[in-house]
């Protein structure tokens, strides 16, 4: 299962299955995938920390944003190692 409660799909190439990951989250899905609220998600993209993105569909930008997992693994290991 994927952060967000998806299942994670498979794919199978030349007798080898290969685990099709998340490239985004939304911020449920990134809650779940840090233990962080919703809440501290959404405060972090305020205050610059998150960098979410926002997809264009046929010369349409979408007002949903999605935070890449990259960006997200970023923001986490930026984080102290000791309180």
Partial sequence: MTPNGRAIETLVVDRC????????LDYNGASAA???????I???????DLIPRYVSVDG????KPVIEYDELLR???AGATER
């Fill in 42 to 48: 959404r405060r972090a993209v305020r205050a610059g």
């Fill in 17 to 24: 299955t290969v685990l099709m990951q998340p490239i985004s």
């Fill in 75 to 77: 923001w986490v290991r």
């Fill in 34 to 40: 840090t233990g962080y609220s919703a809440d501290v």
């Fill in 60 to 63: 349409k930008t979408s007002t």
